[in-house]
């Protein structure tokens, strides 16, 4: 089993509002709070991911309070993992007065994607010294969502060039050519487009980490480590123990334990714990499967064992946590 797909598909990565954007210097925007947006662009989502990405020209952004900018080229993506508030202008150090609630209804009013024109008082009659493909992402953040909790809070792509295969450089020229088109269909494909766009930073985020990195996304790539984590994706309903974990990891059991603790800050079977929960969350969430058939699903004995293990890491019943989600 893949564990970062697995991962991704368990909190229901989802892709929604999309934007063109051409700007003029001088320019700056400034992205609302995630209380603000996730309402309006998916209700119901609890993570917001926010991206934009250089099509042409040159920009700056910047996480509001963060004193260094990420600069970006055509060709550059940036996602700020977290959703929070952020600026993104012509130069550096520029702040401009957040967006309304009441300009956030007239910007989603119409078809995908959504088109602005960013530009400075006076400055309408110059041209575009940028275009961004600008939108979010939003996903589940609870009970365990071990990759969004281990992506730093801004991550900067590197650059695609213009023959760059890859999802992210496919994602570059076919959200280019749906933007200007607007052909019908185009608002399902922009937001699948977005979700392969954010896995493709992801892996090169991914494959970008120093030696001695800690963490989830680095245990990933750990040999014994990395495959413990598939074996208890793939099979979370067995029965694991530590040994049997390190036996078909192809490692001792006392170098798996010390190696998986170093790496994700939690014991194999408090991780596989946590997992069963994400999987039964997901359950609960997703239609009317009864509480004892989620626990088997999830690997327990009985419906009162799971219930209690549910309780003891949500904070509430099984029961309780589906009517306040169906809510």
Same mark, same amino acid.
């Not at 550059?76 to 309304?100: K, W």
């Not at 960013?118 to 979010?136: H, I």
């Given at each position: 089993?893949?564990?970062?797909?697995?991962?991704?598909?368990?909190?229901?990565? +989802?892709?929604?509002?999309?934007?063109?954007?051409?700007?003029?210097?001088?320019?700056?925007?400034?992205?609302?709070?995630?209380?603000?947006?996730?309402?309006?662009?998916?209700?119901?989502?609890?993570?917001?991911?926010? !991206?934009?990405?250089? #099509? =042409?020209?040159?920009?700056?952004?910047?996480?509001?309070?963060?004193?260094?900018? $990420?600069?970006?080229?055509?060709?550059?993506?940036?996602?700020?993992?977290?959703?929070?508030?952020?600026?993104?202008?012509?130069?550096?150090?520029?702040?401009?007065?957040?967006?309304?609630?009441?300009?956030?209804? $007239?910007?989603?009013?119409?078809?995908?994607?959504?088109?602005?024109? $960013?530009?400075?008082?006076?400055?309408?009659?110059?041209?575009?010294?940028?275009?961004?493909?600008?939108?979010?992402?939003?996903?589940?953040?609870?009970?365990?969502?071990?990759?969004?909790?281990?992506?730093?809070?801004?991550?900067?792509?590197?650059?695609? =060039?213009?023959?760059?295969?890859?999802?992210?450089?496919?994602?570059?020229?076919?959200?280019?050519?749906?933007?200007?088109?607007?052909?019908?269909?185009?608002?399902?494909?922009?937001?699948?487009? +977005?979700?392969?766009?954010? *896995?493709?930073?992801?892996?090169? !985020?991914?494959?970008?980490?120093?030696?001695?990195?800690?963490?989830?996304?680095?245990?990933?790539?750990?040999?014994?480590?990395?495959?413990?984590?598939?074996?208890?994706?793939?099979?979370?309903?067995?029965?694991?123990? *530590?040994?049997?974990?390190?036996?078909?990891?192809? $490692?001792?059991?006392?170098?798996?334990?010390?190696?998986?603790?170093?790496?994700?800050?939690?014991?194999?079977?408090?991780?596989?714990?946590?997992?069963?929960?994400?999987?039964?969350?997901?359950?609960?969430?997703?239609?009317? #499967?009864? *509480?004892?058939?989620?626990?088997?699903?999830?690997? !327990?004995?009985?419906?009162?064992?799971?219930?209690?293990?549910?309780?003891?890491?949500?904070?509430?019943?099984?029961?309780?946590?589906?009517?306040?989600?169906?809510?």
């Amino acid at each position: 089993m893949d564990a970062l797909s697995d991962v991704l598909r368990a909190v229901r990565l +989802t892709g929604a509002t999309f934007f063109d954007v051409i700007a003029r210097a001088p320019w700056c925007a400034e992205q609302p709070t995630r209380e603000q947006v996730l309402p309006k662009i998916l209700p119901g989502a609890e993570h917001l991911i926010s !991206y934009h990405v250089v #099509t =042409e020209g040159e920009c700056y952004a910047a996480r509001v309070g963060d004193k260094e900018p $990420v600069h970006l080229r055509a060709g550059e993506v940036v996602v700020f993992t977290r959703g929070d508030p952020h600026v993104m202008s012509s130069a550096p150090g520029m702040r401009a007065q957040p967006v309304t609630q009441a300009e956030i209804e $007239v910007a989603t009013a119409g078809p995908l994607p959504f088109f602005r024109d $960013v530009f400075n008082e006076g400055g309408g009659n110059l041209p575009p010294s940028v275009k961004l493909v600008c939108g979010f992402l939003a996903c589940d953040a609870q009970p365990f969502n071990p990759l969004f909790d281990n992506l730093p809070p801004v991550i900067k792509s590197g650059r695609v =060039e213009g023959d760059d295969s890859s999802w992210l450089g496919e994602f570059i020229r076919v959200a280019m050519l749906e933007a200007s088109a607007k052909r019908a269909g185009g608002e399902s494909v922009l937001a699948k487009l +977005t979700e392969l766009m954010f *896995i493709e930073v992801v892996r090169r !985020y991914l494959e970008s980490l120093p030696p001695g990195q800690s963490g989830w996304l680095a245990g990933l790539r750990d040999p014994f480590v990395g495959k413990a984590l598939s074996l208890m994706h793939g099979a979370p309903t067995r029965a694991w123990t *530590i040994e049997a974990l390190a036996r078909e990891a192809g $490692v001792s059991r006392s170098v798996l334990a010390e190696r998986f603790t170093e790496l994700l800050g939690l014991p194999p079977m408090h991780y596989l714990a946590n997992w069963r929960m994400q999987i039964a969350a997901g359950l609960l969430s997703g239609g009317t #499967t009864n *509480i004892a058939t989620i626990a088997a699903e999830t690997g !327990y004995g009985s419906e009162a064992a799971f219930s209690r293990a549910f309780k003891k890491m949500v904070g509430m019943p099984p029961a309780a946590w589906r009517r306040r989600k169906a809510a």
